[in-house]
């Protein structure tokens, strides 16, 4: 109540009184003055996130940049490829399994989405998020060039088409250990506090529009009396995949490990995204320093 009316003093005197005492009788040593600064950046954060909620508000200042990163977290999971999942029955026909098999694969394939996101459970404690990001849409793009490389081959046999849906496994699995869960993590913890719920739906609004846009160009890619392209539609989706990775190593920060406050600070003294693991920060003062 006392620093809510700036009477910081009267805070400081009253924290002292709160102190607990060690099995001695002696008072724990506390620093106050960081106690009460860190208390005085609580306050001013719940008086922020009072203010300026409106949907303009998420492209102004640093809520522009967190807005920004947001919407492409989302939009790299349909970036990344995942358009050929969605049609993997299809893809798997066209790769030149028969029916029946393409389907089983199908069934294959989404048995191994659950166990993938099992996986990511255990791992998001240990890895930070943009390390998985990385790692995940390196994975993604080297399997999907896989993919468009096989289909190169003209008259595949049977070994080769089983060769090519063995490879969209492989890209189901590392998709749903590192791009497919860890998009949530990153699309909740990059924007603002006051701006979360409205960051977060232009987020999504971002993803839906690349998800009408690729999930209307895909069937047309693996179309044999359309664009044609069969297997090798892996190399389009290994380009966008690529610039995907590109934009996460340039503007996807480290979130794991971090506060809401130290967030805000990083965004605010405009750290960039490579360096937020490795920048320490002082919510007491505000500032940041490079380690």
């Not at 490829?81 to 790769?95: D, M, N, P």
């Amino acid at each position: 109540m006392q620093l809510r009316h700036q009477k910081f003093d009267e805070a400081k005197h009253n924290l002292s009184r709160l102190q607990s005492r060690n099995k001695d009788g002696l008072d724990i040593d506390i620093d106050l003055d960081k106690a009460v600064a860190l208390m005085k950046v609580t306050v001013a954060q719940e008086k922020e996130a009072g203010t300026g909620t409106r949907y303009i508000d998420c492209f102004k200042g640093n809520d522009l940049r967190r807005t920004l990163t947001a919407s492409a977290v989302w939009a790299m999971q349909i970036l990344s490829g995942t358009g050929l999942r969605v049609y993997s029955t299809y893809f798997y026909q066209q790769a030149g399994l028969a029916t029946t098999q393409s389907f089983n694969m199908s069934l294959i394939q989404y048995a191994l989405a659950v166990f993938g996101v099992w996986i990511a459970w255990a791992m998001l404690p240990h890895f930070g998020r943009r390390t998985l990001y990385l790692a995940g849409l390196s994975g993604l793009a080297t399997t999907l060039l896989i993919i468009g490389g096989m289909g190169c081959v003209n008259n595949p046999s049977s070994a080769l088409s089983w060769a090519i849906g063995s490879m969209l496994l492989v890209y189901t699995v590392i998709y749903d250990i590192t791009v497919g869960p860890i998009c949530y993590s990153l699309v909740s913890e990059i924007p603002s506090s006051r701006l979360r719920s409205k960051s977060i739906a232009l987020a999504r609004i971002t993803y839906q529009l690349f998800n009408i846009l690729f999930g209307t160009l895909t069937p047309y890619m693996l179309n044999p009396s359309q664009w044609a392209l069969g297997a090798k539609t892996g190399f389009v989706f290994a380009g966008t995949c690529l610039i995907s990775l590109t934009a996460t190593i340039f503007f996807v920060p480290e979130t794991k490990d971090r506060s809401y406050a130290e967030l805000n600070i990083l965004f605010r003294e405009k750290v960039p995204a490579w360096r937020f693991k490795t920048t320490e920060v002082d919510i007491a003062t505000g500032s940041v320093r490079s380690r």
